[in-house]
């Protein structure tokens, strides 16, 4: 289901094409979060004209509200939503971590109390993978512990071996058919942890890998050196999701060891709380110094928002909290993310990585 | 400025074209509300597309917020705006008494603490139409003052008086050139008084006359009646503007008696609330029996929302508080007045008014 077509010459990068029930897919490719089945302030046209053919959404947040038996009855996640591109779901192993209350994890599975209404529930990885396949997403992703990125070695090495454990189940309980499974390495902040996670995981044999709890506040250069470590252990010819990663020198350089997929709900949630994504820095349109600009939030972009407004205009819609505001930033830093990957596969076709990668550096230090 | 093009054979009800420095406009037509320089929760051409040709912006959420140095120095609210139509100013009147706190109305002008930051501010008819000059409407609004429905004959008459010098003042500091001044006729809930004030308002000759102060909380077959008592009093070639109401009965119903333009927050406010407009009732999407109807909204209507997303959809995203359940019912419930409107302009050239009245009340009592 994933073919590489291209590879940089001088970096790991490679270009590719991935096969879903939903259309075939390229990659180096970024996946916008639409966490309650909504990519939050677009319309879902918009997201595909923006550039986007995945996106991703929760079956933890799906599965406590609407419900999946709701999502079922209109004709599952894409129909439902109105989404006909491709869908990854993640497992909801995050989000109990995350959200949930009072949470126990057990060999069987996570009890915990819903963050909406306090009710007890528990999650099992079959029960995940039961989620995933009723949602209908195209890529399900098998149910993994996530700790923090403070977490000691024998910590890690024990959930390690749970989250082992549960992908090994959630394997044998996904049913073969048009959805596929990806496997997810973990291993905290040790680079042979993650080797070890990576090797457990690559002899399940899923269909792609996810590299979860990154990036997590830990240095950049540590996850560089982590990412570079895990990657090496994942056969070449499947595809490899960075998971949580949405800043635009962190899609870049992650690229460049070999990533072809990503999420984060970073570019629309910062476009929400005023913050728009200029160079590899952000502008704070609440800043008062934008009340007179009356030029675009960013002179390099044609998007939607830099094409008809000022940041002048969205400041003040920033300001009064307008949701014309919050969607024109939405649509300018997806539009950004959406630029980046589609520049950085040209580049992957013309050998142009290091030299992309130069050109953002250039452009970095922005408010 | 403005032509009756046709006239309805059996009703008081007009169609005609109103010239404006954006264009000439047909009518009957109804503006949605830009309180804060923006449709809430839509894209100005979006509301182009809806049929709209004319939105009603307030001088003074504007005047207060960016302030009109702002809006001036974006190109005035037209290019601020991104909105090539029309627009109409109010001119304060009405939010002084609704939101300013402290009002203190004297015969110079209305003093009060700004809503936002409790700032001292003091608006005068002739500050008034300085803010919409500067803010280049293309009809402003004489300044007057609302008295709530329940106001005694002599306060209304003392009202009327201040209403009436005022509205000479506007008219005396308002410069000719490519905006147009409408008089603004009250008179709270007594037919003789309201004959009285648009005597008064008429002798000052405007291009066009306001109704204020009705269809706050009175029944609505008081309404009808001193609407009729106070068209009769306005010159049957200026256009009438009924200010304030936006609910489809009130529309077609008014439209019938005379009545060329309106305005109101209502579709869009109550968008927001999660309703949506059927029939001539309301749908309250956050009910639960909505949880699993694969329906749309409205099975007559085949706006942006109904052709592409089911009640179920639109119940989650009203439950989740998410931006494109608000937008999705602003779209449905504006589409329902544009295509009102649409109709009552169709129906007035062929004499069809009343018959589309009967429908209107046939399909009444929706929830």
């Keep these: 289901m994933f073919r590489v077509t291209d590879r940089d010459e001088k970096t790991k990068a490679r270009r590719g094409l991935l096969s879903t029930a939903h259309g075939d897919v390229e990659t180096p490719l970024f996946m916008p979060v639409a966490t309650q089945a909504t990519v939050k302030a677009m319309r879902p046209e918009q997201v595909r004209d923006l550039g986007f053919e995945m996106v991703l959404s929760n079956a933890y947040h799906l599965w406590l509200r609407p419900g999946v038996e709701v999502v079922e009855a209109g004709g599952g996640l894409h129909s439902f939503m109105g989404w006909d591109g491709a869908i990854l779901t993640d497992s909801g192993?995050?989000?109990?971590?995350?959200?949930?209350?009072?949470?126990?994890?057990?060999?069987?599975?996570?009890?915990?109390?819903?963050?909406?209404?306090?009710?007890?529930?528990?999650?099992?990885?079959?029960?995940?993978?039961?989620?995933?396949?009723?949602?209908?997403?195209?890529?399900?992703?098998?149910?993994?512990?996530?700790?923090?990125?403070?977490a000691e070695r024998d910590a890690v090495e024990a959930s390690l071996r749970l989250t082992r454990d549960w992908a090994e189940r959630c394997r044998e309980s996904h049913r073969s058919g048009a959805q596929v499974l990806f496997g997810i390495i973990q291993g905290g902040m040790f680079a042979d942890l993650r080797r070890w996670s990576a090797e457990l995981t690559v002899q399940l044999d899923f269909a792609g890998y996810g590299i979860g709890g990154l990036s997590v506040g830990e240095p950049r250069s540590l996850t560089l050196e982590l990412l570079e470590a895990t990657l090496e252990h994942v056969p070449r010819d499947t595809p490899r999701y960075l998971m949580g990663v949405g800043d635009l020198a962190g899609i870049a350089e992650a690229v460049a060891l070999g990533v072809d997929m990503f999420d984060s709900a970073l570019p629309t949630r910062i476009a929400r709380n005023g913050s728009a994504m200029v160079g590899t820095g952000r502008l704070n349109l609440k800043n008062a110094r934008f009340a007179?600009?009356?030029?675009?939030?960013?002179?390099?972009?044609?998007?939607?928002?830099?094409?008809?407004?000022?940041?002048?205009?969205?400041?003040?819609?920033?300001?009064?909290?307008?949701?014309?505001?919050?969607?024109?930033?939405?649509?300018?830093?997806?539009?950004?993310?959406?630029?980046?990957?589609?520049e950085l596969r040209t580049a992957i076709s013309s050998g142009g990585v290091e030299e992309l990668l130069r050109g953002l550096r250039l452009v970095d230090g922005a408010e």
């Design 93 to 150: 192993g995050y989000q109990v971590l995350s959200l949930g209350k009072d949470v126990k994890i057990a060999p069987e599975g996570a009890r915990f109390r819903s963050h909406l209404d306090g009710a007890s529930v528990f999650l099992t990885p079959e029960l995940s993978i039961e989620i995933q396949g009723r949602l209908g997403a195209d890529i399900a992703m098998t149910l993994d512990e996530c700790l923090p990125y403070t």
């Design 292 to 342: 007179t600009d009356g030029g675009p939030l960013d002179a390099e972009c044609a998007c939607y928002a830099c094409r008809n407004f000022s940041c002048s205009y969205i400041h003040h819609l920033v300001m009064t909290k307008e949701i014309l505001g919050f969607h024109l930033l939405t649509v300018h830093n997806l539009s950004k993310v959406s630029a980046l990957v589609s």
